[in-house]
């Protein structure tokens, strides 16, 4: 169980255009889901903490107007890189909670997406 | 001091052989802690979590948890190729809130045939 689907698992775009990537529960229901990024050789880096039916919460440094985040359901929350540019070429990951055992801390992860911006 | 810190590696272990992985973490009130796999251009998939001093051992891996030196540790017994990956440590912070959750920066391990 605790399986997380995410959508799609690579993108390559033209700077200026914007890239939505889906994240989706299959078989339990995420109150809270988080947005990571990960360059290469680097760790994840936690951009955002999406909470559904209200607004994401960002890490410091992060632009909620260009990574904007919509978390409109228990199982689906989105991440659109708006007006994308090189330098947003990275590891998008997003991972959840089970809802109920937030405490365990225990996450779990989709695949990623991968983010060409050219 | 950053949050959780890991020897980012190599680590170079012969196959058949006992990898260790270490992590240290600031917050002495840290709650649960959680070692994750992660391969190349892939996303990280859970190992194990620990929540008590001592030892939990699951199959070929074992994680170790000492809250008095703020240390965890990863060991993988009988190391065998398919374990080469970089392994992140993750700390759960006792601090209230969704964003609690701290990721070193991981350990990359070889395991050579």
């Known amino acids: 169980g605790a399986v997380v689907s995410q959508h799609p698992s690579w993108v390559i775009c033209k700077s200026g255009t914007s890239v939505k990537i889906e994240c989706r529960s299959l078989?339990?229901?995420?109150?809270?889901m988080f947005w990571y990024r990960q360059f290469p050789k680097q760790s994840l880096m936690l951009m955002a903490t999406s909470n559904e039916g209200s607004k994401a919460t960002y890490e410091q440094g992060v632009e909620k107007d260009k990574f904007l985040i919509n978390h409109a359901s228990l199982t689906l929350s989105t991440l659109t890189v708006t007006s994308a540019h090189p330098e947003d070429s990275s590891f998008y990951i997003c991972s959840a909670r089970v809802r109920g055992r937030a405490n365990t801390g225990e996450l779990f992860f989709g695949e990623g997406s991968r983010l060409t911006v050219l | 001091q950053k949050e959780v810190e890991q020897n980012s590696g190599p680590l170079s272990v012969p196959e058949g052989a006992i990898a260790s992985l270490n992590c240290t973490y600031s917050d002495r009130g840290s709650q649960s802690f959680f070692w994750y796999r992660q391969y190349s251009g892939k996303s990280p998939e859970l190992i194990m979590f620990i929540y008590s001093n001592g030892d939990k051992e699951d199959g070929r891996f074992t994680a170790q948890l000492n809250k008095a030196s703020q240390y965890v540790s990863l060991l993988i017994r009988d190391s065998q190729p398919s374990d080469s990956a970089t392994y992140l440590c993750a700390v759960k912070r006792a601090q209230t809130g969704a964003n609690n959750l701290f990721f070193g920066t991981g350990t990359r391990l070889t395991v050579i045939p």
């Open positions: 078989d339990f229901q995420a109150t809270t």
